[in-house]
């Protein structure tokens, strides 16, 4: 019996759309809901050994805020102003919340290795997909460049250090 035949309907997955729209690539659009999951949980794991063995801090990383001033995804520049109120902030303690102006858009616990230069981000929601950048830090200048991990390697962004979160 061919599935068109088939006397039960068989369910699709569904497939969520994930994460701040700087940061969305094609991989964040297609991907299911159960990926997702199991993703989250084994990036959480990775997340904590991490945390445990090697647990030093960057103040490079999180004095001030971050704000995007492009991005490349998909193929694509982004127009210039395109992501303009758009920022990511580190804190000293491990944590992140990222946004547009006064909106906070999601949040999470980050480790960021200053050996591999490797950022792992980790949303608190669980149906957002983890993520895991390579980073390139000139003292206000950062060039985020998505790894393959988390399927994040279609996408750059380059932001820059800002004293406080940007506002309408």
């Not at 701040?20 to 094609?26: G, H, K």
């Not at 694509?76 to 491990?94: Q, R, T």
């Not at 950048?133 to 998505?146: D, H, R, W």
Request: charged letters at 25%.
């Amino acid at each position: 019996m061919s599935c068109k035949e088939a006397k039960e309907p068989i369910a699709a997955e569904t497939k969520n759309v994930v994460q701040d729209t700087v940061m969305q690539t094609s991989g964040k659009k297609t991907m299911g809901s159960s990926q997702i999951a199991q993703l989250h949980k084994q990036a959480t794991a990775i997340l904590t050994y991490r945390l445990e063995n090697k647990p030093e801090k960057h103040a490079i990383i999180d004095v001030g805020v971050w704000e995007y001033e492009a991005a490349f995804r998909e193929g694509a520049m982004s127009k210039p102003g395109e992501f303009a109120g758009h920022w990511i902030d580190f804190s000293e303690n491990g944590t992140y919340e990222m946004g547009v102006y006064n909106e906070i858009t999601g949040s999470g616990r980050y480790h960021y290795d200053n050996d591999t230069h490797l950022l792992l981000l980790v949303n608190n929601d669980e149906k957002v997909k983890p993520e895991e950048f390579e980073l390139k830090l000139m003292q206000s200048v950062m060039i985020m460049m998505g790894k393959s991990t988390y399927q994040d390697n279609g996408f750059q962004a380059k932001l820059l250090k800002s004293e406080k979160r940007p506002t309408r």
